[in-house]
Each structure stands twice: as C-alpha cells, then as structure tokens.
C-alpha cells in the first residue's frame, strides 16, 4: 500500500487544471505520467492528440470470446481557487486523519488510479486479466468534454465494448458502498441586462432610470414560486416520474436524511419542490439554480452608483426525460417574458449536457452490485446521482452500451472547493472493486 500511495501522491502533484492555459504543458505531463506507469503495467498505451488535451488509451490483448470491459476516467482537476482557503498546498498531497487531502483527490485521480492499480495487482497476481480491457482517460472533463465525443465518434469501432465502468460519483455514506445508474443533466446559460449607456449617479438619476442590478435580482426571483417550485412554462413538461421502488429504496438510504442533509451544507433548514423528500430532489428532479450575480460597485464602502449593466449566470439540472436544447428554448423565452421595463435582456446559451439512465437490475448490473459487496462487505445501495457527466450519455449513444457508476467519493470529499480529500479506505476500496468487478463481469 505504501508504494500504491506513493504512486497517488505523484499523479497528484501534477497541477493538471484543464481550464487554464497556464498550465497545459502540467496538463500534457500528467498524461505522460499515465502513459508511463500503464505501459510498465505491459499495456499497450496509445496518447491521442486533440484540440486541447491529449486522451490516454490503454489496452491489454484482447482475446476472441471474452467480454471487453471499457474503464473511464480524467486526469485534469479543478481550479483551486480561492487558493487562500486551503489548510495545505493543493498540489502537494498531505495523509492527514485517514484521509488524502488535494486537489484531485477524488475528482478524479484518486478513483481512477485504484483501477489503474486494480488491474496491476490482478496482473501481477495472475499474469493476465479475465476480460479484454480498455482504459480511456481523457484531460477534459472539467470543461465539458468538447473533444472527446468526436473521438468517440472516430473511433468507435476500435472502443467497441461490452460495458463501461466509471469511479467518478459518491458513495451515500461511510462504508455504504453505492452503485448510480442516473445522472442529471445540465443546460447553462449567461444573462446580461443592460440599462443606461454607462454607470450614473444614484442620487442624480435614481428613481427616473431603471436599474439593472435590480432587474437581475427580479429575473433571479422570477424562477420560482413562493414554495420552491420553478415557474418557467412547460418546465416540468417531460419530467420521468419517479419509479415506486425507487421512492422506497431512497426512504431507506443511510445518509440521506434532512439532517445529515444539514449537518454536510451547513444551512439552516432543508428547502425544495414540495411533495419530495431530500433524496428524490437531489436525484430525480430538475432544478433552477442562480450560480453568480454581478453588477455595480463591489469594492469596500460605499459608492452610490446606478450600474450600467449586470448579469447573473443559471445552470438547471435536468432528468430523464428532459431536453437540454428544450430548456434552454423555454428559459430564454421565461427571461424575455419576465424582462423588466426600462433594461433589455440578452440570453448566452451555455454548455449543456443530457441525463443519464440505465437499468440497474440488467446482467451488468447485478455484476456491478456484486463486486461492490464483496469490495465493501454489504449490499450496496441504488442511487441516481444529482450531478452531470454529459459524457456517460453520449458513450451510450455512440458506443451503444450502459455505464456502471461505481462512486468511491464521500459527501464531505469537498469536491471543487478547498480542502478536497479522499479517504485512504476508499482508495483501498476501490482497489478491491476493481479487481472483482473484472472477474463478476467475466461471467
């Protein structure tokens, strides 16, 4: 375990954040790094060029009559802004109370490398792999994905697979190993309101001007009604209802109740759609959400100003069967509708993403479960996730077969903000689930 800690602890060090363009040559080098460590493993490795950051494959050699197991994950990593908020250096991983704690630490280097470091136990341990494997780990999930559906697309005869794993989701709990088979999808957008041609004096010009920043906050509350539900018309227009074994599974998953809902935010009271319980928002119906507002003076004191513009940036969370290219028709329709007078509205469409469902309790399926149990030592729990990875619905398009999300991630991992960690059990873990997922699918 030490030299499989020391192994995380190098990729870790790579500050590969794929947004920045400072650091593609960190990006390019962690790459290699992969490239270096699957290729002593005695995989065939292959590094393919893209518009913006290279995608790693891997492969062992294949044989006529096994399955082909594909394996997904990234190696870039958020930004760690604001830097000033970490206890230790993003880029140099520290072992601190059982857990790891980087940036990337979970997101996803240290899901990925426990089935790196998987199949080389199994290698070394029995000199070959029970499927015909491929890894494919590309450098740009943080930014959505822009060249790897093309990828896809051109090579999809050379990733034809029989199913897809991926560690890049949560677990429910401490100890509560948890197999996702949805995601939510995304649909963003930019609004920019604009007023007067430049800023004004509050005082010379407030009351016979209409104000931007206020307009924003307008457009802002016009999302919802006074009980949590979203106002846009035909929002809820092709929302899957929930399954009833779904509801009364959830009822039951450990973690999930409103107050381990509090003690993990911090807020003062749960809040949401009426009529669902915590869980059965977060995984299993749309949301609105207000991600930045700007606008006017946001410097110390006072400065009594009338902001020429102001903007707000949306992301809504989207589920089967819902549109992304619909939402973003009927958002941009509700915010010209609901524009205040005095400002106009200009609406950017954002990247967006399809949700993702499969059948959990497919052949695949039961072998995925199976492999958590005997990773974990009980049942696993079945869960769609609240967030989106655009890229597991169009493998599925593309490649035509099913992903298994097998989540190594804990709500307190502090995922995209400072202090993010991975809990060493986790990546022992997920080390084990590797090698009896390959073995459980080989049947």
Known sequence: MNQQLEDLFEFLRFPSISTDSKHAGDVRNC?????EKLTGMGLTTELHETPKHPIVIARNQHEAGKKTVLIYGHYDVQPVDP??????SPFEPVLKDGRIWARGATDNKGQMLAHVLGVEETLKEE??????????????EEIGSPNLVPFLKEHKDDLACDVIAVSDTGMVARGVPTMGYGLRGISCCEVTVRGPKGDLHSGVYGGAVANPATAVAQLVASLHDDE??????????DVRPLETWEREMWATVPGMSDDDLLKITGSPA?????????????????????NGIGG????????????????????????????PKDISAKVKAHLEKHCPPGVTVDVEVGHDGKPYICDPHSENGKAGQVALEQAFGKAPVLIREGGSIPIIQDMKEILGVESLMLGLALPDCQIHAPNENYYVENFEGGIRLNKA???ELAK
């Open 31 to 35: 790459a290699n790094w992969i490239i």
């Open 83 to 88: 830097v000033e908020l970490w206890d230790t």
């Open 127 to 140: 000199g070959e792999l029970p499927v015909n494997l491929i890894f494919l780990f590309e450098g740009e």
């Open 228 to 237: 949590g539900n979203i106002a846009i018309e035909g929002f809820y227009d």
């Open 270 to 290: 749960p809040f949401g759609e009426p009529g669902y319980s915590s869980a059965e928002r977060l995984w299993a119906r749309p949301t609105a959400e207000v």
């Open 296 to 323: 006017g003076y946001q410097g110390e004191g006072s400065k009594t100003v009338l902001p020429a513009k102001a903007m707000a940036k949306f992301s809504f969370r989207l589920v089967p069967d819902q549109d």
């Open 437 to 439: 997922l390959l073995k």
